[in-house]
């Protein structure tokens, strides 16, 4: 019997939904330091092949783990490896190092890979942070080859990863293993480990703090990515509680896939639509099994952050994957919405960044950047006739519609004095995200094709919370009154001006939101993938009179308690 004393319980920070049970791997990869140690003149020779064949080994693996990646992210994650093996600076100190000041190879690896790392981890961007991370594992994984120490990942399926922070490469590595769920001492919320985890479904915490004596290899732990408790060697109560709400997950969504593919209307045949926010290529395959029915909301940030060298070509590229990954439906893509929490890496520090340089501000300053985005959109358009559209993000003023109007056109000026065809009639619409665009939404209507609410951040610059401080996380919500009135105000405004609208925040993702929505007459909704067929089966299975009823009683209630009530049954399907 499992007693609670031997029981340890941690809370993280959860970035991937989902229940894990199983084993506890420990990875340690850190070859915490090599001895300083000389070698004699006669043993140059030997120690430059070692460390020459040592490069060339983990190219070469790291080449094979390339061709065998199966996203555009992957590879780019071990080709920035592969380069960094390959730096001439790098290998010309090691080379001096063993040749000059006879260091035996590992030290001179170590070394000169220290240096290299302390650079990166004094830096005052967070990309180079976390490139260190990348370093380190290349200098352990070199030492480590050059000793003949190389050791594979014995990582089995169904197991708990615990690390302090997983490079990338090691990420592709495990993303070929079913492990059953992910622990980190640190890695941001969207460094490469936690987006991969997303993506390929592994229930995932950071930031949880545990002391190198309490881990220990082989024994059971859970992992709950959606509230960020981790427990280590869990009562018999902690195994029933989570093995019951893993199999209840796992039921619901085997009932409510059932949903997935059935015709979208409600049981008076009102019809809705429901589309998916993609932001990963990774989360392509799952858009059809889910039922969604095209993009509502392709986020592009990605490949602004990703790119090494930023052109039109991989923009092409990318877009042309989601446009094959969607069959015969449309996808909305949105325009660099970097600034905020999606910061770039050269941008200077902000005291206020959601209030700050981002979204169309910045694109309108960056203007050589809009113009390669809506050049790649309108390239990829001519084989996409009438199924691409453009979404402008933070948007506040009706001038800065006006303006990538203008800038649409000249772009499509130039693609014609090129002779390169693309789709004439590509509609651009507006995020209404901000509390003054929802304001003057009649105006902005005039000058735009389509709107598209979003939620997220309508909720924070609606109620001055900050989306990503958890300490307020409580004030952050969505059905808050006033967050419906700019809601409602904007459809009521799409209406008179007869342009459509959709909602594509996370709020829709929510059964009872969508419900609400679809009683105050908004029947285009986006959100992410595995969020469809939930939404889907509580739309399904009610009238649209009875989503009438709901959002008046919702909206004449003064109580949130009661307002909460009335949403409850709402919320099973
Ligand atoms: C939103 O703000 O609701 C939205 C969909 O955009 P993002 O979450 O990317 O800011
Ligand atoms: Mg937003």
């Not at 991937?16 to 990869?29: A, D, F, R, T």
């Not at 140059?44 to 992210?73: G, M, R």
């Not at 610059?461 to 401080?469: E, F, I, S």
Request: contains cysteine; hydrophobic residues 40%.
């Amino acid at each position: 019997m499992k007693n609670r004393q031997n029981s340890i319980k941690f809370l993280g920070k959860p970035v991937s939904k989902g229940v894990g049970i199983g084993p506890v791997h420990l990875l340690e990869y850190q070859s915490s330091s090599v001895r300083p140690e000389k070698i004699k003149e006669s043993e140059v020779d030997n120690n430059l092949v070692k460390f020459k064949s040592a490069c060339e080994l983990l190219i070469q693996e790291y080449n094979e783990l390339k061709n065998h990646a199966q996203t555009q992210e992957a590879q780019d994650i071990l080709e920035a490896q592969i380069q960094t093996l390959q730096d001439p600076e790098v290998n010309k100190t090691v080379r001096h190092k063993v040749k000059n000041e006879l260091l035996k190879t590992e030290y001179a690896i170590f070394t000169t890979y220290n240096d290299y790392i302390q650079l990166l981890e004094s830096s005052d961007v967070d990309w180079a942070k976390e490139r260190a991370i990348d370093v380190v594992s290349i200098r352990d994984e070199l030492v480590n080859a050059v000793s003949d120490k190389k050791k594979s990942l014995d990582l089995k399926e169904g197991e708990i990863v615990f690390a302090t922070d997983i490079p990338p490469a090691t990420m592709v590595k495990i993303s070929r293993i079913n492990v059953a769920g992910i622990v980190m001492e640190r890695g941001g919320a969207t460094s490469h480990a936690v987006i991969l985890s997303q993506s390929l479904g592994i229930p995932c915490v950071i930031n949880v703090h545990w002391k190198r004596y309490q881990i220990k290899n082989g024994q059971i732990a859970i992992v709950d990515g959606l509230h960020g408790d981790v427990i280590l060697n869990p009562t018999e109560e902690d195994d029933k509680r989570y093995s019951e709400i893993k199999e209840k997950d796992a039921q619901n969504l085997e009932r409510a896939l059932k949903w997935a593919h059935k015709p979208n209307q409600t049981t008076c045949g009102s019809q809705f639509s429901l589309r998916a926010n993609v932001e990963f290529l990774e989360e392509l395959p799952r858009l059809y099994e889910y039922g969604a029915k095209g993009v509502g909301l392709l986020r592009t940030e990605t490949l602004l952050f990703e790119a090494e060298e930023f052109d039109i070509d991989a923009q092409v590229d990318f877009y042309s994957n989601v446009m094959k990954a969607v069959g015969e439906e449309s996808v909305v893509i949105r325009l660099f919405d970097a600034g905020g929490d999606k910061l770039l890496d050269d941008a200077d520090e902000e005291a206020n960044p959601f209030l700050g340089w981002r979204g169309i501000r910045m694109l309108l300053d960056e203007e050589l950047l809009l113009r390669k985005q809506l050049e790649a959109i309108y390239r990829v358009s001519q084989d996409y006739k009438n199924r691409l559209k453009i979404l402008i993000p933070m948007v506040t003023k009706i001038e800065e519609i006006i303006e990538v109007n203008r800038i649409c056109e000249e772009v499509k000026e130039k693609l014609k004095g090129e002779g390169i065809e693309y789709d004439e009639s590509i509609e651009v619409g507006i995020m209404v995200e901000v509390p003054g665009i929802a304001l003057i939404a009649d105006r902005a209507a005039e000058q735009t094709d389509f709107f598209s609410i979003g939620t997220n951040d309508l909720t924070q610059y609606t109620l001055a919370v900050d989306r990503g401080n958890e300490k307020i996380s409580g004030l952050f919500d969505s059905f808050h009154p006033a967050v419906w009135k700019m809601i409602k105000m904007t459809k009521e405004a799409a209406d008179r001006n007869n342009i459509p609208l959709s909602v594509c925040g996370e709020l829709a993702s929510k059964p009872e939101a969508a419900a609400l929505l679809m009683g105050l007459g908004i029947s285009d909704l986006s959100m992410n993938a595995g969020a469809i067929p939930y939404v889907k089966a509580v739309l399904c299975n009610h009238s649209l009179k009875e989503f009438q009823e709901l959002a008046d009683q919702f909206w004449g209630e003064p109580d949130a308690r009661k307002r909460d009530k009335l949403l409850q049954k709402w919320k099973k399907f």
